[in-house]
């Protein structure tokens, strides 16, 4: 069974840079996109971005030209830039990678960022 593994959240004060980095526990087959999302207590995953294979990416609109994702399909892993941190960024961040091969996408446990004001 495939794990993702997500690093490098904590807290930080607003205005602040974080990067998260997510790593499978082995190379997984077939990647069609990896994402970042953030979920709340008892609220839905929403999408923070996501990278195609094919190098295309889209972000939610609450983090456009703050945030910025990068990923290596070769290696399996997906990193997650963040600039300008604001309080309302506090959450629990999970990463996704999404396999047309097995047509699943793989989550981790999420790790996380709390921005102070």
């Known amino acids: 069974q495939v794990e993702l593994v997500e690093s490098g959240g904590g807290l930080v004060r607003a205005g602040e840079s974080l990067t998260l980095s997510c790593t499978a526990s082995e190379v997984i087959v077939g990647i069609h996109a990896m994402s970042w999302y953030r979920q709340d207590p008892g609220k839905q995953r929403d999408l923070v971005a996501r990278?195609?294979?094919?190098?295309?990416?889209i972000y939610g609109d609450s983090v456009k030209g703050r945030f910025t994702i990068s990923g290596d399909t070769g290696k399996s892993t997906v990193s997650l830039q963040m600039n300008s941190l604001k309080p309302e960024d506090t959450s629990v961040y999970i990463c996704?990678?999404?396999?047309?091969?097995?047509?699943?996408?793989?989550w981790g446990k999420g790790t996380l960022v709390t921005v102070s004001s």
């Open positions: 996704g990678i999404y396999t047309w091969r097995y047509g699943r996408e793989y």
């Open positions: 990278i195609t294979s094919g190098g295309n990416t």
